[in-house]
C-alpha cells in the first residue's frame, strides 16, 4: 500500500534525520556539522575559495573565515594565495585533515555494519532496495540548488558524499 505524499514525507523526515543523527553521535565528534562539511568538501574535490566554500554552506565570508581558522588550527587544514588572483585565498585538505576525514567515514561505517547485521536479511535487502530512489531523491535536491556543487550526471556515489 502506498502511502499519501504528506504521509509519506512525514514518516521519512525524522527517520532519515534520525539515522543520520544516531551514526554521527556514534563517531568523533570533533566537527561541528559545517567544518565536517568543508572539510569534506575539500578532501572530495580539492582546493576551494573561501568565497566558494561560504556560498555552499550559505554563510557568510566572516562566518566562513571563523569554520577555516578553526579547521586550520586543529591541522586540518591551509590556506594560501590564489595562483589565479592574488586577492583570493584558496583552502585544501592536509594530510592530517585527510587521515581524520578517512577515519570519521570509517568509522561511521563500521558502526553502520555492526547495525546492519543485526537486521534481518528481509530488512537489509529492504534498505538496499530503496537505495536507487533515495539517492535519486538526493539528486532532485541538488538540481534544485543553484548553490549544490553536485551536478546530476555525477555518479550516484559523489551525490551522496558529503559527510558531516
Known amino acids: 500500500m502506498t502511502s499519501s505524499m504528506g504521509d509519506l514525507a512525514r514518516r521519512l523526515r525524522p527517520v532519515v534525520f534520525r539515522l543520520y543523527y544516531l551514526v554521527r553521535r556514534e563517531s568523533a565528534q570533533l566537527l561541528t556539522l559545517t567544518q565536517g562539511s568543508v572539510l569534506s568538501e575539500l578532501v572530495g574535490r580539492g582546493p576551494s575559495r573561501m568565497s566558494r566554500l561560504a556560498r555552499l554552506e550559505r554563510v557568510r565570508m566572516p562566518s566562513m573565515t571563523d569554520v577555516v581558522g578553526r579547521l586550520e588550527r586543529l591541522g586540518m587544514v591551509t590556506r594560501r594565495p590564489d595562483p589565479d588572483d592574488g586577492r583570493a585565498v584558496l583552502v585544501e585538505a592536509t594530510p592530517e585533515g585527510e587521515r581524520f576525514y578517512a577515519e570519521m567515514i570509517a568509522g561511521r561505517e563500521a558502526e553502520l555494519r555492526a547495525r546492519l547485521d543485526r ?46
Open 119 to 164: 537486521l534481518e536479511p528481509a530488512e537489509r535487502a529492504a534498505i538496499d532496495a530503496a537505495l536507487p530512489a533515495l539517492t535519486k531523491l538526493i539528486a532532485d535536491f541538488h538540481r534544485d540548488d543553484p548553490n549544490s556543487p553536485e551536478a546530476p550526471e555525477l555518479p550516484k556515489e559523489e551525490l551522496i558524499r558529503n559527510e558531516r
